[in-house]
């Protein structure tokens, strides 16, 4: 789509809607409906504006942008959990206006960028020719693609690892009885935010530098090392220092994941078809979590889930460490 502004316009307004379905008719048909749109909206919202971004700075500048965006993304996180989280331990039925009153400033800040400013061919990964026409690669040379499939499946893994992570640590709290389950997990939630938005801008310079194969390990190790302190640990604040370690995954993963698969599909002008391909493999393995964590959880229990979390996380580090070579192309000096 040329369009890519609308198009996030159009997600943004989805989402919207259906929060309002939430609170304003909370039938079960509806509610299932406006799940339905929010998941078609997560396919949508976050590779367009990447796109968005590669068409505006180019491939060698992705990078540091995306990590202030990352910033950006990171400080509005912690707003919005925060207020969130103040409204419902209030017990006040105006949470779920928060999150569509949000549209109007998004909406806003879209009408500040032009259209122009968002290179078609750039923002496709895409080479021009010579005739001003893009050359674009066929669909399947990104299922031979070695280095897409292999970040692919260490995301897989990651997902299969990490979506169970807050959930189940939230259910132990709750099931518990512990009152402050609600601000704890905002506290779980915004902490580490709150540094993602510090460190997301030095990773997407760093990344730009020097590489991104050594801070993907980084990010990916953190999985693991959560994991099992949370399996050990039951003191609130000692889970909010454990939870710090998601400071390294959010900020790595969230700026790098698109920076990697621009770096792998360059030239392939197919760079937008390669992050819905890869969102469908992460949505995959983040469906997967839930439903392997809980029969673990309900048949060994509650700490041997975490190990579970762990072992999956341990193994995507592995296949990225023996797998997956460096991404970044040495620039011509």
């Known amino acids: 789509m040329r369009a890519k502004r609308l198009l996030v316009a159009t997600g943004v307004v989805t989402v919207a809607l259906s929060v309002l379905i939430f609170r304003l008719w909370p039938s079960f048909l509806l509610v299932a409906f406006a799940q339905v749109l929010q998941g078609i909206t997560g396919g949508v919202l976050g590779p367009a504006v990447v796109a968005i971004t590669l068409g505006l700075v180019g491939h060698a500048r992705l990078s540091e942008q995306l990590g202030r965006n990352q910033r950006f993304a990171a400080a509005g996180a ?10 419902a331990y209030s017990e006040s039925p105006w949470a779920m206006f928060v999150p569509a009153g949000l549209t109007i400033p998004v909406l806003i ?35 031979k693609n070695r280095r897409l499939l292999i970040f692919a499946a260490c995301a897989a893994l990651f997902q299969v690892g990490n979506a169970s992570m807050m959930p189940l640590l939230g259910a132990g709290l709750a099931y518990e009885g512990k009152r ?9 939630i915004i902490a580490p935010q709150l540094l993602v938005g510090l460190l997301a801008p030095w990773v997407g310079r760093s990344a730009g530098k020097h590489g991104r194969k050594a801070l993907l390990l980084v990010g990916f190790a953190a999985l693991p090392i959560r994991a099992v302190l949370f399996a050990l640990i039951s003191n609130p604040f000692a889970l909010i220092l454990t939870q710090l370690l998601d400071v390294a995954t959010g900020a790595v993963l969230g700026v790098l994941t698109p920076v990697v698969i621009a770096d792998v599909t360059k030239g392939t002008g197919r760079f937008n078809l390669a992050q819905g391909m890869f969102g469908t493999v992460m949505g995959v393995g983040a469906s997967l979590s839930p439903t392997l964590t809980g029969l673990i959880v309900d048949q060994f229990g509650r700490s041997a889930g975490f190990a579970s979390l762990a072992v999956e996380g341990l193994v995507a580090v592995a296949v990225l460490a023996l797998f997956l070579p460096e991404t970044k192309e040495e620039l011509p000096t």
């Open 78 to 87: 912690v707003a919005v959990t925060l207020t969130m989280a103040l409204i």
């Open 109 to 143: 800040s879209l009408n500040q960028i032009r259209a122009e400013e968002i290179d078609f061919e750039r923002a496709s990964g895409a080479e021009p020719a010579d005739a001003g026409r893009a050359q674009r690669a066929s669909y399947a040379v990104l299922l």
């Open 180 to 188: 402050q389950a609600a601000p704890l997990i905002a506290a779980l």
